[in-house]
């Protein structure tokens, strides 16, 4: 079926560390975007890209950085700058040109750090 | 587990009752707007859209109202279920140069109750 996956579902992390959060789709989508999701504040776009190679920070890109190399993969990487990387992170596509905007979303990585 | 839930605005209501959820946005450049619906711990799914062209656009028990005057869009449920049960952001779409960006609201917590 077709669909975004978002790997893995928990994460744990200890300070300083860096880790990579997956995110796969097989929609044939040339966008693709992060968010962090924290309680009480909705979804904060991190990163969006809208082809192969190419992306642009969202409105809290610091301590993150990301990577288009396919157009089926976006990684985030949460770097030990990020001061509070404790969230719920989800991925998303969409048809950027001509589309209508909908984004199909995964079902979400939380990471920890302890 | 930590709730997405946390601190937001919630509608309480009974098995059965209507549900009117209502949302703010910001922008009066958005063009097209979305409901989510979020179930704890998984990713966002659509529900229904409209389009800025529209004030009104029906589902299978759900409305969408747009007010472009008030900058003000509603969802209303009708028959409410306890499966309705969940965090319901409104987005809207900004298309700038063919790409379209969303910005989500912060939510609100619907809790049905047998």
């Known amino acids: 079926d077709g669909g975004i996956t978002q790997s893995p579902k928990y994460l744990f992390r200890k300070e300083g560390q860096n880790v990579t959060l997956s995110c796969e789709q097989n929609?044939?989508?040339?966008?693709m975007y992060w968010y962090r999701q924290d309680p009480g504040q909705g979804l904060r776009l991190i990163y969006y890209s809208q082809i192969v190679n190419d992306f642009q920070k969202g409105d809290i890109a610091e301590g993150y950085s990301v990577s288009r190399e396919k157009k089926e993969s976006f990684p985030l990487t949460v770097t030990s700058a990020q001061k509070n990387p404790t969230a719920f992170y989800l991925c998303?596509?969409?048809?950027?040109?001509?589309?209508?905007?909908?984004?199909?979303f995964g079902e979400g990585s939380r990471l920890t750090v302890l | 587990g930590e709730s997405v839930g946390l601190h937001l605005p919630t509608l309480s209501v009974q098995e059965g009752d209507n549900s009117i959820i209502n949302c703010a946005y910001s922008n009066s450049a958005s063009d097209y707007f979305i409901w989510y619906k979020q179930e704890s711990g998984k990713g966002p799914q659509f529900i229904i859209d409209?389009?800025?062209?529209?004030d009104k656009r029906q589902g299978q028990r759900v409305t969408v109202l747009l007010n472009k005057t008030v900058k003000h869009l509603s969802l209303q449920i009708a028959a409410t279920q306890p499966g309705d049960s969940a965090v319901y952001f409104c987005a809207e779409n900004i298309s700038l140069r063919g790409y379209s960006t969303l910005t989500f609201g912060k939510g609100t917590m619907l809790l049905v109750s047998p």
């Open positions: 409209i389009r800025s062209n529209m």
């Open positions: 929609l044939n989508h040339d966008a």
């Open positions: 998303a596509s969409s048809i950027p040109l001509g589309g209508t905007g909908e984004l199909f």
